[in-house]
């Protein structure tokens, strides 16, 4: 189910642009995927619909972009939930001072993920320690969980 956020602000949205050139959520790659999270409570949430070049096998999406998803969504997601922890409205804000990179991400393939169909990428917040972020994830096609994931993202020094 689409939540809709068109009156949310996207966390990619926030990032200064000298850090926002990312393949994959970057706002300032004109070639990127320009993947959007939004915190909506205590998760995330980002939609993308592979188009058919992103093929495995006939009808699934190729297991590299489902990774690339996930990890871009995973470092929005820790900063999101960095600036929620820090009392940082994302509403009001033009930039975020919170930019947070992959140490170590943890990819498990449950279902084949179809292509064409709207997906879904989910995140809760694991814990916080420091510089260290420790979220969890999920990417689901018509409300089926096709994989799930963890990522350890580290906020990067001012």
């Known amino acids: 189910m689409h939540i809709n956020t068109k009156n949310l602000k996207a966390i990619q949205d926030l990032y200064p642009d000298e850090l926002a050139h990312c393949y994959g959520c970057g706002k300032s790659n004109p070639d990127g995927f320009h993947l959007k999270t939004y915190l909506i409570g205590n998760e995330t949430v980002a939609y993308f619909t592979p ?73 809760k917040l694991r814990s916080i320690e420091g510089r260290k972020i420790w979220v969890d994830m999920t990417l689901a096609a018509d409300g089926v969980i096709c994989v799930t994931g963890e990522i350890l993202a580290i906020r990067l020094k001012d």
Do not use: M, Q, W
């Open 51 to 123: 188009e058919s070049k992103y093929i495995a096998i006939p009808g699934s999406v190729y297991g590299g972009l489902l990774a690339s998803l996930l990890d871009c969504h995973g470092t929005g997601s820790a900063a999101a939930f960095v600036c929620k922890n820090e009392h940082i409205s994302l509403a009001d804000a033009k930039t975020i001072p919170v930019r947070c990179v992959t140490a170590s991400l943890k990819i498990d393939f449950k279902k084949p993920t179809p292509l064409g169909v709207e997906l879904e990428l989910k995140g």
